[in-house]
Each structure stands twice: as structure tokens, then as C-alpha cells.
């Protein structure tokens, strides 16, 4: 008998997986090919393989077993904490007495990537076309990313509102988008966008209206308040440290405020940067809405992608694996393609260009300067905008407000 490739599988379909699984494995030897022997010589900046996972290992008693907030300090919102906390004791189970930091390290990649796979699995249903399937199986920002934090977990969580969204079912997305508010900040800013779909983009009487979006408020809060709520009450101190902790914490390196202050155009203390990054934020925001009011009526959670663009730009913070928040919504509503194959570019440069800028200052090599940031941050700014700028006055991809409803493609009543 002969033996002969089987007739009945999408080999397309079987390639993006493949093609995700080693995107998922290169962001593993990415981070971990510097693990033997510990970091030495600014190792961790210079080859850019330092992560945020290996430092809690001990830095946060996650080798002990020890519960965030309730016996250990986090700086993370819930979500994200439990996540630690379960990846923690998977490790232990999983290695016994030999864990260490770098098995910890292994088992955080395993879980990001298997919620990458979640997302192709979802972007896959909803009819996702070819280019930008194989823009998220083959991402530079997962090879950066995937073992680096615990961002993909918010990540998934706003993908999957901004899907629910495109299916109309804007209570569910609502929810989503409440859980991965307890997970990273950032995706309660599809909340207020998803509340407008509710009120102004269809026809149905305003006492429906106003029913579904006090249903879906109801429903963005109470997950919130129910992953939160036990937290704060017995641990108060430590569940709002993430609070605390962002607030004071002055910003990073290749964020817009520092940019402009390292090279010495505008110097701007903590107090200020919130109040000034809260009024360019809100200023933008309702630019954002009011310009593409009319274009984007009947579909207002599309614009999340630019909202949260320029949130980033506006942030005194802009840590480097911010942008994996931002490129799937990138892939799903950007109209076009090539300001999205430009941020990836800035992305990318700007990784580097932040970690030498480390390595700098522990005389290691490369090394970075100020003007080297500023230009790379300037490349990814400029992208943003344009991207910001597309998203608002063109039309969004057809396949994300066209297609039929996710329910409808799998047969079930919406």
C-alpha cells in the first residue's frame, strides 16, 4: 500500500496553524535563548530577550505558591493576577521540587499561545480574508510578545467584544469587554463605543434603546465588580496597587511625553503628564466619534482600533508590548493593509531601540540615544496616525460589517 497525503483536510487552513505554531515557537527562542546561564553581561537588552515573566518567578513569590494580593503584592489587575497564580502552579505541578523561573517562562508561552490560537480560531469563523489571517498566524508582534507579559489574555478578550459587536450581540460584548478591563486596562475603551451601537445604530424605539444599553452597562460592570469585588474587599492594599502603581509611575522611555522631554522640547512632572494625557485622550476621543459618525453610524465599536491608537499616543506609558494590544484590531478594521505593514516596522524598531536604550545605560552594546528613540517612536506615531486617520474616514473592512452574523455562519439563532 502506498501512502498518500488525506484528501478531506483544508491544507490552507492546516498551513495558518502550522504557520502560528512556529510564529508561536520562534517568540519562544526569542525570549528563552538567553535563559541558560542567567542574563550576564545586559544580555536581556542587548539580544532583546528580557521578559516579565521570569523576574516574578521569585519577585512575587509565584515559586512559593503564594496567592497574589491575598498573600503577595501585584501590580496587575485580577485577571491577570489569577492568570500568574494558575500558571505558577502548573509549573510547580508540571516540574516539581526542579521548577524554576525559566520552566515558569515555557508554560506563560504556552498559555499566550494557545489564546493566539483562540484568536485565529475566532478570526477563522468570522471569514477573516487570506491576507490578514496570515498577517496574525505570521506576527512579528507575537514572536516579540508571546513570552514577554500576560497581555494576550485583555488582547483575546477585546477581539472576541469587537467580534460579539460584529454580531450584534453588543450585551455579551459588553461583557467581554468588562472581563478584560479586570485583565489590562485598556479594553474598557470599547465600552462607551459599544453603549453608542446600542443607542444609535439601529432603528429599533428608543425605549429598546435604552433598555439594551442599560442591560449591556449592567453587564460590562457587574463582571467587573464580580471578578474584582472579593479582591478588594479582603485585600484592598494590594488589588489597588496596579491603580496607584499607574498613576504615580512617571512613563517610559519611548512614550510620547518622555520623547519629548529626553530630547529636551517639552519637560512635563507626573501631575501634569495625567492631566495632560487625560485631556488629549477625551479631546481626541470625541474628535475621533464626531468625524466618523456618519461613516461608522451603524458599526461605532470599528472605532476602538483608532481609539485606542491614539489612547497609546496620548498615555505617559507606552510599554513595548502595547502594541500587540493594538495589532488584531488592526488586522480586523484597518481599511488598508500597508499603514498596518508600517506600524509592524515601527513596532519592531521601537522594541529594540527601548531595550538598547537599557543596555546603555549598563554599557552594554548596541546602544541607543534619545534621537534613535525619538526617530523609531516618530515612524510608529506617524503610523498610528495615518492608521487613526483611515480607520475614522474609510469605509471598514467588508467582511467585518457585510458578512453575515457569526451566529448565522454556524447555524444558530442569533
Request: charged share 15%; glycine share 8%.
Amino acid at each position: 500500500m502506498g501512502w498518500a497525503l488525506p484528501r478531506d483536510v483544508n491544507w490552507r487552513i492546516a498551513a495558518l496553524w502550522l504557520a502560528l505554531a512556529l510564529t508561536c515557537s520562534a517568540g519562544w527562542l526569542f525570549k528563552g535563548h538567553c535563559v541558560p546561564g542567567g542574563w550576564t553581561e545586559a544580555e536581556q537588552y542587548t539580544t532583546g530577550c528580557y521578559n516579565d515573566v521570569m523576574p516574578f518567578w521569585q519577585g512575587r513569590a509565584v515559586d512559593q505558591g503564594k496567592i497574589p494580593y491575598f498573600e503577595t503584592r501585584m501590580e496587575y489587575p485580577v485577571v491577570t493576577g489569577a492568570q500568574i497564580w494558575a500558571e505558577g502552579s502548573a509549573t510547580r505541578l508540571l516540574f516539581g521540587k526542579h521548577a524554576r523561573d525559566f520552566h515558569f517562562l515555557g508554560v506563560a508561552v504556552i498559555a499566550n499561545a494557545l489564546l493566539a490560537a483562540l484568536v485565529l480560531k475566532w478570526f477563522l469563523a468570522a471569514g477573516m480574508d487570506a491576507r490578514r489571517l496570515w498577517g496574525w498566524a505570521l506576527a512579528p508582534p507575537l514572536v516579540l510578545y508571546v513570552g514577554h507579559n500576560w497581555d494576550m489574555a485583555a488582547t483575546a478578550l477585546a477581539v472576541g467584544a469587537v467580534l460579539l459587536a460584529r454580531d450584534g450581540r453588543l450585551v455579551p460584548a459588553a461583557a467581554a469587554a468588562g472581563l478584560g478591563t479586570a485583565a489590562k486596562l485598556f479594553p474598557v475603551l470599547a465600552l462607551p463605543l459599544i453603549g453608542l451601537s446600542a443607542l444609535f445604530g439601529d432603528a429599533r424605539p428608543w425605549p429598546q434603546r435604552l433598555v439594551r444599553a442599560a442591560t449591556l452597562s449592567a453587564a460590562a460592570i457587574g463582571v467587573w465588580v464580580l471578578v474584582n469585588l472579593p479582591v478588594a474587599l479582603f485585600a484592598r492594599e494590594n488589588w489597588s496597587e496596579f491603580y496607584r502603581f499607574s498613576q504615580g509611575r512617571a512613563g517610559t522611555v519611548a512614550a510620547t511625553w518622555d520623547v519629548l522631554a529626553n530630547m529636551g522640547w517639552w519637560y512635563t512632572g507626573i501631575a501634569e503628564r495625567n492631566l495632560y494625557a487625560a485631556i488629549a485622550f477625551v479631546t481626541g476621543f470625541a474628535l475621533i466619534v464626531g468625524l466618523g459618525w456618519r461613516r461608522h453610524r451603524a458599526h461605532l465599536w470599528v472605532l476602538f482600533t483608532p481609539v485606542l491608537a491614539w489612547f497609546m499616543l496620548t498615555n505617559k506609558v507606552y510599554s513595548p508590548q502595547f502594541d500587540l494590544w493594538l495589532y488584531p484590531l488592526l488586522l480586523m478594521t484597518a481599511p488598508r493593509l500597508w499603514p498596518v505593514a508600517l506600524f509592524v516596522l515601527g513596532d519592531v524598531a521601537a522594541y529594540f531601540a527601548e531595550f538598547w536604550w537599557f543596555a546603555g545605560m549598563e554599557q552594554g552594546w548596541p546602544a541607543t540615544t534619545p534621537t534613535h528613540v525619538a526617530i523609531v517612536a516618530g515612524v510608529r506615531a506617524a503610523a498610528m496616525l495615518w492608521i487613526i486617520g483611515e480607520c475614522v474616514l474609510r469605509a471598514p473592512p467588508v467582511w467585518l460589517v457585510d458578512g453575515p452574523p457569526l451566529s448565522r455562519r454556524r447555524g444558530c439563532a442569533d
